[in-house]
T-cell receptor, first 113, second 111 residues
């Protein structure tokens, strides 16, 4: 099973709302990632978790707050977003952080109004 | 840092013909090169990858070649089918967590 599951698939939120994106994998992977993808562009790395610890934050604004409750789950908490934050948010996982296959979820299409 | 260039940006081929997408990278330390296929509204799907100690890898109709000296790698799809239509991304990883992505190629299969 090489599946990464993301919920919800679509999300519309106002600029004053608080919402969370969820990601789950049961492949025993110890590295998990959040990416942001704008239309017609490759994914951009936001955060990397390794063994449930945040190891990389690619200078992401604090209105995005990641959380890794356990080795299978990854959340992205959203607060006070801007319309330009509208994008496809992708979760991925891999066995480790270096030079190995990363498997992506289907993404959450986020629209900020 | 690493930079990956991908060409062409759009490729249109007749169904049944072959398609080739090319990428070049700049950092000789890069040693892992995955290819992803992304269909509209979906996440990227890993379709094939190659490591720097291998020159070629094949999986049914898909193959990847790597030329370490020239720092380029290519995706080859033979006997293309309508379901091959998608955006394809190459990537390189210079030994850390970071995937450095190409800009993507939109592959169109004409019936």
């Amino acid at each position: 099973d090489t599946e990464v599951t993301q919920t919800p698939k679509h999300l519309v939120m106002g600029m004053t709302n608080k919402k969370s994106l969820k990601c789950e994998q049961h492949m025993g992977h110890r590295a998990m990632y959040w990416y942001k993808q704008k239309a017609k562009k490759p994914p951009e790395l936001m955060f990397v978790y390794s063994y449930e610890k945040l190891s990389i934050n690619e200078s992401v604004p604090s209105r995005f707050s990641p959380e890794c409750p356990n080795s299978s789950l990854l959340n992205l908490h959203l607060h006070a977003l801007q319309p330009e934050d509208s994008a496809l948010y992708l979760c991925a996982s891999s066995t480790r952080t270096e030079n190995t296959e990363a498997f992506f979820g289907q993404g959450t299409r986020l629209t900020v109004v | 840092g690493e930079n990956v260039e991908q060409h062409p940006s759009t490729l249109s081929v007749q169904e049944g013909d072959s398609a080739v997408i090319k990428c070049t990278y700049s950092d000789s330390a890069s040693n892992y090169f995955p290819w992803y296929k992304q269909e509209l509204g979906k996440g990227p799907q890993l379709i094939i990858d190659i490591r720097s100690n291998v020159g070629e890898k094949k999986d049914q109709r898909i193959a990847v070649t790597l030329n370490k000296t020239a720092k380029h790698f290519s995706l080859h799809i033979t006997e293309t089918q309508p379901e091959d239509s998608a955006v394809y991304f190459c990537a390189a990883t210079p030994g850390n967590y970071q995937l450095i992505w190409g800009a993507g190629t939109k592959l169109i299969i004409k019936p």
